[in-house]
């Protein structure tokens, strides 16, 4: 079965103190893994997409990587606006059809 | 501003009252899907679509359908709502199959 699963599940950090949260997956035909942001009572809002392992993919203090089973979100020197819900998602093939998995995110807190 | 509207925002109806969800994007996207948000279970697919006319199920299509008979419009229609698709729900949309979603703002039903 399809699988997608985030840890930690919640993370507290200390402005500054850098981390990763990791997303491992199992699904057959594997097109394409994706990071999105979510804020409370809002949607998610995209941050990568990353399509074979070796990739890497930066924006400002993130930086997302990807192997055949995982990708890993690092967070270099966090800030309090980093604060939020992170999901991953993958993109698998199945006899023709695509469909759209997410992880249950991981909660980030930010302390300054 | 390219965007996903939903609407309504919130709404609470009853067991077995029809009702209809919309959602519009204005960025010429193809690609559509709605998705609900519980509580540790994440989001998860409800139905997708691949341009006019083409709709496919995700993982929890039961008790729903979908209509796209324009490209900008994607509608959710709950022909007899019961209490367990109390939920949130969100519409997104995608220029591409392998691409990011963008999200809509949501909508908070609750079925009593």
């Known amino acids: 079965e399809d699988q997608v699963t985030q840890s930690p599940e919640a993370l507290r950090l200390q402005e500054g103190e850098s981390s990763s949260l990791n997303c491992s997956y199992t699904v057959s035909g594997l097109r394409g893994l994706f990071w999105y942001r979510q804020d409370p009572g809002k949607g998610p809002e995209f941050l990568f997409t990353l399509y074979s392992a070796g990739e890497e993919k930066e924006k400002e203090r993130l930086k997302a990587t990807l192997t055949k089973k995982e990708s890993f979100l690092h967070i270099t020197a966090p800030k309090p606006e980093d604060s939020a819900t992170y999901l991953c998602a993958v993109q698998a093939s199945t006899s023709g059809t695509y469909k759209y998995i997410f992880g249950t995110g991981t909660r980030l807190k930010v302390l300054a | 501003e390219a965007q996903v509207t939903q609407n309504p925002r919130y709404l609470i109806t009853v067991t077995g009252k029809k009702l209809t969800v919309t959602c519009s994007q204005n960025m010429n996207h193809e690609y559509m899907s709605w998705y609900r948000q519980d509580p540790g279970l994440g989001l998860r697919q409800i139905y997708y679509?691949?341009?006019?006319?083409?709709?496919d199920k995700g993982d929890v299509p039961e008790g729903y359908k979908v209509s796209r008979k324009e490209k900008r419009n994607f509608p959710l229609i709950l022909e007899s709502p019961s209490p367990n698709q109390t939920s949130l729900y969100f519409c997104?949309?995608?220029?591409?199959?392998?691409?990011?979603?963008?999200f809509g703002s949501g909508t908070r039903l609750t079925v009593v």
């Open positions: 997104a949309s995608s220029f591409m199959r392998l691409g990011g979603y963008t």
């Open positions: 679509s691949m341009n006019v006319e083409v709709t």
